[in-house]
């Protein structure tokens, strides 16, 4: 990808280029078998502060994305996720490249009436059981509620605080995976309106995002689109969109 947008580089048949959020285990039992048997590679946003630690055991099967999350919620369970060694294992295999994710993939507070300390309950269990959103938002969205000078973040302080977050991570997974972090995937997908520029500023080469589509050449590189591939859209879904017609993607000129 780097190739192609910044170096201008041309790709003569349509090409894929595989993404995964989160860092799951999943990765290590599930998914490396299947790209070492076709020869794939994939790119892995993982956020430092969701790495297992090396003595937790590991979720051996598969992973439940919204299980994980709320067990790490409720418990600090983080067997779902890989841990350094396991990250950095599969970078030295040459079978992923590692991105960022933002240090801690969390959510916070956008209003005095939901300053809570323990954020564990309103971000995901059990409003999400009845439908009932609170006031919360990614923290790298958008300024949120500062509960110690009680309002809300200002503009530059809200830069400031996703800038450090950007390039603290890409220092952390650098290390950890044992080559240069140069993409970044915002997490829950939500891009903030400067995305674009934070993610340059803070270093990387590349920024995904969820917004749907293919990659073009004339796409900015910090803010590259993405397609969601979930079990239940099923393959024929899958099909139909991988489908570009060449002169869209990034073969085309
Ligand atoms: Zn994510």
């Not at 170096?7 to 993404?19: H, Q």
């Not at 790298?140 to 110690?148: E, I, Q």
Request: net charge neutral; aromatic share 10%; hydrophobic share 40%.
């Amino acid at each position: 990808m780097q190739q192609v947008v910044w170096k201008g580089r041309k790709i003569n048949s349509p090409a894929v280029m595989l993404t995964f959020d989160d860092g799951f285990r999943d990765l290590l039992t599930i998914v490396a078998p299947i790209l070492r048997k076709y020869g794939f590679k994939a790119l892995v946003f993982a956020a430092p502060n969701l790495l297992r630690a090396e003595g937790e055991e590991g979720t051996a099967g598969e992973i439940d994305s919204n299980r994980a999350f709320e067990a790490f919620m409720e418990n600090g369970d983080r067997s779902a996720w890989l841990s350094a060694r396991e990250l950095r294992a599969l970078a030295g295999e040459g079978l992923i490249e590692v991105g960022s994710h933002s240090l801690s993939h969390a959510k916070a507070p956008v209003s005095a009436e939901h300053d809570v300390t323990d954020l564990r309950h309103w971000s995901y269990h059990p409003f999400r059981a009845f439908g009932r959103a609170p006031d919360l938002r990614p923290e790298l969205a958008g300024p949120v509620h500062l509960a110690s000078l009680g309002r809300l973040e200002q503009e530059n302080e809200f830069k400031a605080r996703v800038e450090e977050n950007l390039r603290k991570s890409r220092e952390i997974l650098s290390e950890v995976s044992g080559h240069t972090v140069s993409s970044f995937a915002w997490p829950w997908g939500e891009e903030p309106e400067e995305g674009a520029e934070l993610v340059a500023k803070s270093g990387y080469e590349l920024g995904f995002t969820l917004r749907r589509g293919s990659c073009r050449r004339s796409d900015a590189p910090h803010s590259l689109p993405r397609r969601e591939v979930k079990r239940r859209k099923g393959l024929q879904w899958f099909k139909r969109e991988v489908d570009t017609p060449w002169w869209r993607g990034l073969a085309g000129r």
